[in-house]
């Protein structure tokens, strides 16, 4: 990899086509599984693609493909556009496409075929080809918008070319510059972005979509407005929290007294995004106290060897039905019967989440033998555990609260009614496609090669954390290192990584430590000082704390475990729940 990046980086779109096309021919014939060709195709060619400066991170994805478990007739390395697509399968995106022969190469304005009918992709072909104006951009030879594209003969070649709006043909043999190389690439993404701008431009009133341009702020600042606009408070800090926790992991665990909006927050933040009760985007399932398997929550075979299907699974066969729109789902009150009995089975499934063909896939939740279909978790389900800490309640074993955001939602503000008297114009809801809330990453391996740093960043800082940890045998895996590295990778514009840091070890670390003797607290006070550069010491003037958490490096997870360590000199025992 440092080889291909010291010498490869100058000439890297040269050296990627050259290298597949006199390569790929050879490497069909040999095993697909672990091989190394396939690897530098799906992992070394985006790295390197997005080192160039008209790649946007934060806007485009690149991915490039081999074929799913067996060779491909067709190779391709695509760049899409989030705004519209995520996934090949659907949208329009730029691609090079390889010819099955391996002797001429295509850069394309084409279209996913996947999810698409035919009549859709020639509308949205011919759309393009009258929309783009193509003698505006200077390439290395012109911008074609025929249908002279030659992929070879098989069906998916076939299906490429019909999908083709524009294109720009390459002989491997006779390449032009890596300057022209470029310079046709940078074109293409000009006109790929010119054409998302006009359609965005071109949405109809009543078609209330949210703006392909939106950036994630202005999602989040639109989520914020809104919740404020129907009359409750929440700092727009909590919302930006929520939006990032959701998209690292569709499981979130909402903590805190009753009577803090916690279902409220989660309800408002969905119908913003245009999920309702209404268009069954948005349910409530309260949770009972003897619900004591899977089958409370998911469904049974009853007597007559009839499936009565459970409240979940409702919601899960209509959000597989509608894979596009997010659907949100609130296990209210979710310790009132225990986690473990009834929601590990999902949990379980939900671990194992793996790509195929572009799309998040799952093993089955329930038996396809019992229930008539294989169902699996769709991408596009989001679930939120509401939960308050009495003696009603049942705790949380860390099976649970390492697979999810604990999000803590105990401060109440009863004196702040200023901005009920704000005058603001009412905003509707807008419907946001779930693109906009998935996450781009299910293992570390899928962000490394664009976000290196932030991941040597965020581990380094765990292994330090860890080490505090280990006394009490409370140290984190490899999962709570992978969440809190997406978490921080896609909060990257919208906050510090220390500030990202810092809500990932007060929700993802601290909801799993208790202490009820001596080396236990003096691993709280151990991460006290951690978190704030500062030695705990007992007695300390409550003015000089204030100033200690005030200049913090992590100021919630300093003021929290400072919390904590107070309750354990009281009581003789604490926890995140009871501090």
Same mark, same amino acid.
């Given at each position: 990899?440092?080889?291909?990046?010291?010498?490869?980086?100058?000439? %890297?779109?040269?050296?990627?086509?050259?290298?597949?096309?006199?390569?790929?021919?050879?490497?069909?014939?040999?095993?697909?599984?672990?091989?190394?060709?396939?690897?530098?195709?799906?992992?070394?060619?985006?790295?390197?693609?997005?080192?160039?400066?008209?790649?946007?991170?934060?806007?485009?994805?690149?991915?490039?493909?081999?074929?799913?478990?067996?060779?491909?007739?067709?190779?391709?390395?695509?760049?899409?556009?989030?705004?519209?697509?995520?996934?090949?399968?659907?949208?329009?995106?730029?691609?090079?496409?390889?010819?099955?022969?391996?002797?001429?190469?295509?850069?394309?304005?084409?279209? *996913?075929?996947?999810?698409?009918?035919?009549?859709?992709?020639?509308?949205?072909?011919?759309?393009?080809?009258?929309?783009?104006?193509?003698?505006?951009?200077?390439?290395?030879?012109?911008?074609?918008?025929?249908?002279?594209?030659?992929?070879?003969?098989?069906?998916?070649?076939?299906?490429? $070319?019909?999908?083709?709006?524009?294109?720009?043909?390459?002989?491997?043999?006779?390449?032009?510059?890596?300057?022209?190389?470029?310079?046709?690439? =940078?074109?293409?993404?000009?006109?790929?972005?010119?054409?998302?701008?006009?359609?965005?431009?071109?949405?109809?009133?009543?078609?209330?979509?949210?703006?392909?341009?939106?950036?994630?702020?202005?999602?989040?600042?639109?989520?914020?407005?809104?919740?404020?606009?129907?009359?409750?408070?929440?700092?727009?800090?909590?919302?930006?929290?929520?939006?990032?926790?959701?998209?690292?992991?569709?499981?979130?665990?909402?903590?805190?007294?009753?009577?803090?909006?916690?279902?409220?927050?989660?309800?408002?933040? =969905?119908?913003?995004?245009?999920?309702?009760?209404?268009?069954?985007?948005?349910?409530?399932?309260?949770?009972?106290?003897?619900?004591?398997?899977?089958?409370?929550?998911?469904?049974?075979?009853?007597?007559?060897?009839?499936?009565?299907?459970?409240?979940?699974?409702?919601?899960?066969? $209509?959000?597989?039905?509608?894979?596009?729109?997010?659907?949100?789902?609130?296990?209210?009150?979710?310790?009132?019967?225990?986690?473990?009995?009834?929601?590990?089975?999902?949990?379980?499934?939900?671990?194992?989440?793996?790509?195929?063909?572009? $799309?998040?896939?799952?093993?089955?939740?329930?038996? $396809?033998?019992?229930? *008539?279909?294989?169902?699996?978790?769709?991408?596009?389900?989001?679930?939120?555990?509401?939960?308050?800490?009495?003696?009603?309640?049942?705790?949380?074993?860390?099976?649970?609260?390492?697979?999810?955001?604990?999000?803590?939602?105990?401060?109440?503000?009863?004196?702040?009614?200023?901005?009920?008297?704000?005058?603001?114009?009412?905003?509707?809801?807008? =419907?946001?496609?779930?693109?906009?809330?998935?996450?781009?990453?299910? %293992?570390?391996?899928?962000?490394?090669?664009?976000?290196?740093?932030?991941?040597?960043?965020?581990?380094?800082?765990?292994?330090?954390?860890?080490?505090?940890?280990?006394?009490?045998?409370?140290?984190?895996?490899?999962?709570?290192?992978?969440?809190?590295?997406?978490?921080?990778?896609?909060? %990257?514009?919208?906050?510090?990584?220390?500030?990202?840091?810092?809500?990932?070890?007060?929700?993802?670390?601290?909801?799993?430590?208790?202490?009820?003797? *001596?080396?236990?607290?003096?691993?709280?006070?151990?991460?006290?000082?951690?978190?704030?550069?500062?030695?705990?010491?007992?007695?300390?003037?409550?003015?000089?704390?204030?100033?200690?958490?005030?200049?913090?490096?992590?100021?919630?997870?300093?003021?929290?475990?400072?919390?904590?360590?107070?309750?354990?000199?009281?009581?003789?025992?604490?926890?995140?729940?009871?501090?």
């Amino acid at each position: 990899m440092d080889n291909i990046f010291s010498e490869e980086k100058k000439n %890297r779109l040269t050296h990627i086509i050259t290298k597949i096309t006199s390569e790929y021919l050879s490497e069909r014939t040999t095993p697909f599984k672990a091989n190394t060709f396939g690897q530098f195709v799906r992992s070394s060619v985006p790295e390197l693609m997005n080192t160039l400066d008209f790649i946007d991170q934060n806007r485009f994805i690149v991915k490039a493909s081999v074929g799913q478990g067996n060779w491909a007739q067709v190779p391709w390395i695509s760049i899409l556009d989030k705004y519209i697509t995520t996934s090949t399968q659907r949208g329009y995106y730029l691609v090079y496409l390889f010819s099955e022969d391996m002797k001429r190469v295509y850069l394309t304005f084409a279209q *996913g075929i996947t999810e698409s009918t035919r009549e859709d992709i020639q509308r949205t072909r011919e759309d393009i080809r009258e929309k783009v104006v193509t003698g505006r951009y200077e390439t290395s030879s012109p911008i074609q918008k025929n249908q002279n594209i030659n992929l070879g003969g098989s069906s998916k070649g076939k299906g490429y $070319e019909d999908s083709t709006a524009l294109y720009i043909q390459y002989d491997p043999t006779a390449l032009p510059s890596e300057n022209e190389l470029q310079q046709d690439l =940078s074109a293409m993404i000009d006109i790929y972005k010119y054409y998302v701008s006009v359609q965005s431009e071109h949405v109809e009133e009543n078609n209330k979509s949210i703006p392909m341009d939106w950036t994630d702020e202005k999602m989040i600042g639109h989520i914020h407005t809104y919740i404020r606009n129907k009359g409750f408070y929440y700092e727009k800090e909590d919302v930006k929290n929520l939006f990032l926790s959701l998209r690292t992991k569709p499981f979130v665990i909402l903590s805190g007294i009753s009577g803090t909006g916690k279902t409220k927050i989660i309800e408002l933040f =969905s119908e913003s995004l245009g999920a309702t009760e209404e268009n069954n985007q948005f349910t409530l399932i309260p949770v009972r106290p003897d619900w004591s398997d899977g089958s409370d929550l998911l469904g049974y075979t009853d007597i007559k060897g009839d499936f009565q299907e459970g409240p979940l699974t409702s919601v899960i066969k $209509e959000a597989n039905r509608h894979k596009d729109d997010p659907y949100f789902v609130v296990l209210d009150e979710m310790n009132l019967a225990r986690v473990e009995y009834y929601f590990s089975d999902f949990l379980s499934v939900m671990e194992s989440r793996k790509w195929d063909n572009g $799309e998040i896939q799952t093993l089955p939740i329930i038996s $396809e033998s019992q229930v *008539g279909e294989r169902l699996t978790i769709p991408s596009n389900l989001y679930i939120v555990g509401t939960v308050n800490m009495d003696e009603t309640t049942h705790p949380f074993s860390k099976k649970v609260l390492d697979r999810a955001n604990t999000i803590e939602c105990n401060d109440v503000h009863l004196d702040t009614l200023v901005f009920l008297e704000e005058e603001e114009e009412d905003l509707d809801p807008v =419907s946001v496609k779930n693109d906009r809330l998935q996450s781009n990453y299910l %293992r570390l391996k899928d962000a490394y090669a664009s976000h290196k740093d932030t991941i040597a960043y965020v581990t380094n800082e765990l292994v330090t954390v860890n080490e505090l940890l280990k006394p009490i045998q409370a140290h984190v895996g490899y999962r709570v290192r992978d969440e809190i590295s997406f978490y921080t990778i896609y909060s %990257r514009y919208l906050m510090t990584m220390d500030e990202a840091l810092d809500f990932q070890f007060y929700q993802k670390i601290l909801p799993r430590l208790t202490a009820s003797h *001596g080396q236990a607290f003096q691993v709280l006070k151990n991460l006290f000082t951690y978190f704030t550069n500062h030695t705990y010491e007992e007695d300390l003037p409550q003015d000089l704390i204030e100033d200690i958490l005030h200049q913090a490096r992590f100021p919630r997870s300093g003021r929290k475990v400072y919390e904590m360590i107070c309750r354990g000199d009281l009581d003789g025992f604490t926890s995140f729940w009871n501090s």
